[in-house]
């Protein structure tokens, strides 16, 4: 990667369902340990971007760079976390965390010692060798989102990961999810529906057009790091806050 290469950049991307037009051609870049959110309509193309983006789909036209490097069409590059925990229910919080691992080449004892101290590290030391149906909703997403950090991938997508949860443990895990990519450094794709939240996580909001989705506005947040919950109740966010529903409600308004 030669300086000033993105980290992550999808060229002109476009993918359509049976005549369809889901994605209509799509253009963005990620810096290195960027976190950006996208936001939209329902139906807008987000998951079709992200399927895109983790190789799930390929795309009918453009392309997918990773580090300089085309990756379109090809799976296992970036960390990927859905709404759903998809927790295996059998499996304790350190057996769901290796589980890449377990799936792809064996789990080593390196794997489970990282496993462990991500438990210990973020609030779940004394559950490593509890399953799932002992977890609150939130521990849940955190065991899930543990388990996509163990796959060691620079990028990391989330698609709504706290979509499911009550308005607390949401403003809980917000908090939680700044401090981990703090301390990670992952870039990270964040989908959410909630405009609170794509401001208070990101570096930079994308908001997307109805569909065929395309890429329609970009706004920086430019608040201080690190955020706390009184940040959400000031003018600079308010002001930013405006400018998002505007741009998603235009079509309303018109």
């Keep these: 990667?030669?300086?000033g290469t993105p980290k992550l950049r999808v060229e002109g991307a476009t993918k359509a369902f049976g005549g369809n037009v889901a994605l209509a051609p799509t253009t963005l870049a990620l810096r290195p340990g960027e976190f950006v959110s996208l936001v939209g309509p329902?139906?807008?193309g987000k998951s079709t971007l992200f399927n895109v983006v983790s190789g799930l789909l390929r795309p009918d036209l453009g392309s997918v760079l990773l580090?300089?490097?085309d990756i379109t069409g090809t799976s296992g590059n970036v960390g990927y976390m859905l709404q759903k925990d998809l927790l295996v229910p059998w499996r304790t919080v350190v057996d769901n965390i290796t589980l890449g691992a377990a799936l792809t080449r064996g789990v080593t004892r390196d794997d489970r010692a990282q496993a462990v101290d991500f438990a210990e590290r973020?609030?779940?030391g004394g559950f490593v060798d509890h399953y799932p149906?002992?977890?609150s909703g939130g521990m849940r997403q955190r065991v899930a989102l543990m388990r996509t950090l163990a796959t060691n991938h620079d990028?990391?997508?989330l698609d709504e990961p706290f979509g499911a949860l009550d308005a607390q443990t949401r403003l809980e895990m917000q908090q939680w999810l700044l401090q981990v990519?703090?301390?990670t450094e992952r870039t990270v794709l964040f989908v959410t529906h909630d405009v609170d939240e794509s401001i208070f996580?990101?570096?930079?909001v994308l908001v997307m057009s109805p569909r065929p989705g395309r890429i329609a506005a970009e706004l920086a947040v430019e608040l201080p790091r690190p955020r706390t919950l009184n940040l959400m109740t000031t003018p600079g966010f308010n002001d930013i806050k405006r400018e998002i529903l505007a741009l998603l409600h235009a079509r309303d308004a018109a």
């Design 122 to 124: 973020y609030g779940l």
């Design 181 to 183: 990519w703090a301390d």
């Design 67 to 69: 580090d300089g490097e």
């Design 1 to 3: 990667m030669t300086a």
């Design 133 to 135: 149906h002992a977890l």
């Design 201 to 204: 996580l990101s570096d930079r």
């Design 155 to 157: 990028v990391l997508l």
């Design 42 to 44: 329902s139906g807008c």
